[in-house]
């Protein structure tokens, strides 16, 4: 490897996807926030999955729609 090269983290999955599919419609600055918010996405699912689940758990219940808000 070169001395001034710098090691890219590698890109998730979701991104390079998207990219493929899309990528012609982005700029430079698009695809950085992409690549980032799947990056947050990725990490954020890791956390999700260190949460032990027993048999018995059930789902949480209790949701309150927003009021006011269009969909």
């Known amino acids: 490897m070169p001395p001034n090269s710098k090691k890219e983290p590698e890109i998730p999955a979701m991104a ?7 990528g012609d419609r982005f700029d430079e600055a698009q695809r950085e926030v992409l690549i980032k918010t799947a990056r947050q996405l990725e ?11 027993a048999n018995g758990d059930e789902p949480d219940s ?5 009021q006011g808000q269009d969909s």
């Open 16 to 22: 390079t996807a998207a990219l493929a599919r899309f």
């Open 43 to 53: 990490e954020a699912a890791e956390d999700l999955r260190k949460w032990e689940l």
């Open 62 to 66: 209790a949701f309150s729609a927003l």
